[in-house]
């Protein structure tokens, strides 16, 4: 792939001006994609290399002055055909903490107003020598379709209800931060799984970390063909191997981490829910029913939460609760993505 005119100036991404800003951050890393569309494809020593730069990252971030510029002349486009502030912000300053030149484009005030295609609007982007295209689509598979017209590395932000890879990253991160190794530890995720992208990256980022992942929510909810013993032979490696359970209670019981997925209304209105009321009654995550957790249980929710229906608030804002933490460390590994395709772009591959 190539993303960059050979005569144009870049800023030296390994050396004095990349360890000075980070220390080792560059050594030792495992690295092998031009894209992040999802976490299928990555190593677990992709998603260690992703992690250990990102604690490098957080400490620039710790910084009263939070600024390591090593990549300017880097150029990251924002490119979001739907509403978000976390992720966008997100991205956007993590881009501009590490110098690059940063663009942000809504589909609202684009051409694709006019009726330009997501294949268009691309490879225009591509003619001004974008390096980094970061893309949110209400269509599932639209970054895996840009990706094949375009130069630039395209990181998912969210597809439809496919994959948030970079969700899945900074949960990682996270979870890391308060525990250690993941392996054999059980996590469960609560709520709309079937519409959930961010349920789909954290299975695969999860599974490759060794830990146990336990699916949970109301059979409208929850996804057919995910549970092993419903595959067809064929199909067994085609998904991680997780657990589906629609009793929350016996779902939550010694689990190590609860995350309570955004439930959309939209689902009641679909026919899917009797009524938010009744999902809040059954699956709503609480105190009562995080007891059965484990004592030092971690909360973990990606945002926006609502909070009364798949969500306590006492509890959102108790002490196990991550909700805060994952936001800042949303910036971290965000920075660490950009860090790590800008060195694989300027080795050319």
């Known amino acids: 792939m190539v993303t960059n005119d050979s005569e144009r100036p870049v800023e030296p991404l390994v050396g004095q001006s990349a360890e000075g800003a980070l220390g080792t951050a560059s050594q030792d890393v495992v690295w092998n994609h ?10 677990y020593e992709e998603i260690e290399s992703v992690i250990s730069l990102a604690g490098k990252m957080r400490e620039v971030l710790d910084r009263r002055i939070a600024r390591a510029p090593i990549l300017r002349g880097f150029t990251v486009i924002n490119l979001f055909f739907e509403p978000s502030t976390r992720t966008r912000a997100s991205f956007e300053l993590a881009g501009k903490v590490l110098g690059a030149d940063v663009i942000s484009v809504s589909a609202n005030t684009s051409s694709v107003v006019k009726g330009e295609s997501l294949i268009d609007t691309v490879k225009t982007l591509s003619a ?17 379709l840009a990706s094949r017209h375009t130069r630039a590395s395209v990181i998912n932000a969210g597809d439809g209800s496919h994959a948030h890879p970079t969700q899945a990253l900074l949960d990682i991160y996270t979870l890391k931060q308060r525990l250690g190794d993941l392996k054999d530890k059980k996590i469960v995720m609560v709520g709309d799984i079937s519409h959930s992208r961010v349920a789909r990256s954290g299975m695969w ?18 996804p057919s063909g995910f549970a092993v013993s ?10 991680p191997d997780v657990d589906i359970e629609t009793d929350i209670d016996v779902a939550i019981k010694d689990a190590d981490v609860v995350m309570a997925l955004r439930l959309q209304k ?3 209105q679909g026919g899917l829910l009797p ?3 009744e999902y809040s009654r059954l699956y709503q995550v609480t105190a009562e029913r995080l007891s059965k957790a484990k004592n030092n249980h971690i909360l973990m929710h990606p ?16 002490s196990n609760s991550t909700i805060e933490e994952q936001v800042t460390n949303g910036v971290a590994v965000r920075m660490a993505l950009l860090y790590l395709i800008a060195q694989r772009n300027q080795r050319g591959n």
């Open 275 to 277: 009524s938010l009321h």
């Open 34 to 43: 031009d894209h992040v569309l999802d976490l299928d494809d990555f190593l």
């Open 205 to 222: 980022g999860f599974s490759a970390m060794g830990a146990n992942v336990v699916l949970c929510g109301p059979p409208t909810l929850l």
């Open 128 to 144: 001004m020598t974008a390096d980094v295209i970061v893309m949110r689509h209400e269509m599932s598979g639209a970054p895996y």
């Open 230 to 239: 419903d595959r067809p032979e064929h199909a067994r490696t085609a998904l």
């Open 266 to 268: 939209e689902r009641q």
């Open 303 to 318: 945002g926006p939460k609502n909070e009364g229906i798949e969500i306590g608030g006492d509890v959102a804002s108790g």
